[in-house]
């Protein structure tokens, strides 16, 4: 019984088979513990005898178990150790890191622009009430332009009935800004604005740069030289010949929308060449009707607005010919154009 149980342990493949065989000698119902049981009804005699000999038994079928239960770990982590094998001569991966989006970093080269010529950089929220959005600035009440902006409408408030909106444009923060400030004011509100739209040169929700100023003795001067000194920058080019084109907003009187000369064949943006005008941003004097709602006397003071989307400017200036794409959050779209890190 001893050597074939020993020799059929040293020989067990694997650790189920050695748990069946421990089981057969070792178990409740196994030959050993049999043997064992079996002491009981022996004689003192017997028992003196027998009982050394079947425990010492009992002691080399656990130890041979043992050292066979110690070899198939050994033999398993070693295969384990093969198969895992890693191959430490191999390149790496390259590290790939998070980067600013490409609106923002536009977005950011703006404010820099600005902040060179003195303006600070306001915010609003981007939920906006009808007063802030439409109503202060000189919209009038019921007038088709609300519509027009494809306004995103929030359910109404069931007590009051208020209708919220997502802001159509940044010119709230005008109101935020002239509202809770006395001038003189120049400020920047760059943020994310909303409209139902979505083709290859928009998207429901853009971004806006709007420019605000009020002084005494601010003319048309002032605004055409600051947007002609910023677009020159932006674009990095010595001048831009722009032109400032009548235009409509309620907001603004006169109103006007600067184009810039630029030849766009070869779709390669060449400013200031060729004989077609595109237009890049709505700007205009604040109309009195505005200041007066904020508490300034247009007697005394005027001023200047602008906004300008800054999806459309980057589309420009690095030759992006899809808006949708910059907000599917694809990183091999902004590694394309150059500004992951
Ligand atoms: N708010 C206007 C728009 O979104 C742009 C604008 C701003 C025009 C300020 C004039 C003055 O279309």
Redesign the pocket.
């Known amino acids: 019984l001893e050597l074939d149980l020993i020799n059929a342990i040293g020989s067990a493949e694997g650790v189920q088979a050695l748990e069946d065989l421990r089981v057969s000698a070792l178990g409740k119902a196994g030959s050993i513990s049999g043997l064992l049981k079996g002491l009981g009804a022996m004689s003192p005699d017997e028992r003196r005898t027998e009982g050394p000999r079947i425990n010492g038994l009992r002691d080399r079928v656990a130890a041979a178990l043992a050292a066979r239960k110690a070899e198939l770990a050994a033999a398993e982590l070693e295969a384990r150790l093969k198969s895992e094998h890693l191959d430490l001569t191999l390149p790496p991966r390259p590290a790939r890191s998070g980067s600013v989006h490409a609106t923002l970093q536009v977005m950011d080269e703006m404010v820099a622009l600005f902040a060179d010529m003195g303006f600070s950089v306001a915010e609003g929220p981007d939920i906006e009430d009808d007063f802030h959005n439409f109503t202060a600035l000189n919209f009038p009440p019921k007038h088709p332009a609300r519509e027009m902006h494809d306004t995103f409408f929030l359910r109404p408030d069931p007590e009051t009935g208020e209708r919220k909106v997502l802001r ?4 709230p923060v005008q109101i935020r800004t002239m509202m809770s400030t006395t001038p003189p004011i120049r400020i920047i509100a760059p943020g994310r ?1 909303f409209r139902k739209d979505s083709d290859a040169t928009h998207t429901p929700m853009f971004h ?1 740069v ?1 420019g605000l100023v009020i002084d005494r003795d601010i003319h048309m001067g002032h605004l055409k030289w600051t947007l002609e000194t910023f677009v020159a920058r932006f674009f990095e080019v010595e001048g831009i010949d722009a032109r400032f084109r009548p235009h409509h ?1 309620p ?2 009187e006169p ?1 006007a929308e600067m184009d810039i000369r630029c030849d766009r064949s070869g779709g390669v943006l060449k400013l200031n060449e060729g004989d077609s005008w595109m237009e890049i ?4 004097m604040v109309h009195p009707n505005v200041l007066r709602t904020c508490g300034i006397d247009p007697d005394e003071y005027q001023g200047f ?3 300008m989307g800054v999806d459309r400017l980057a589309m420009l200036k690095y030759g992006i010919p899809d808006l949708r794409p910059m907000f599917e959050a694809d990183s091999r779209w902004l590694s394309h154009y150059g500004f992951s890190a």
């Open positions: 159509t444009h940044t010119s604005t806006q709007e907003f907001f603004t109103s941003l709505g700007c205009g607005a602008f906004g």
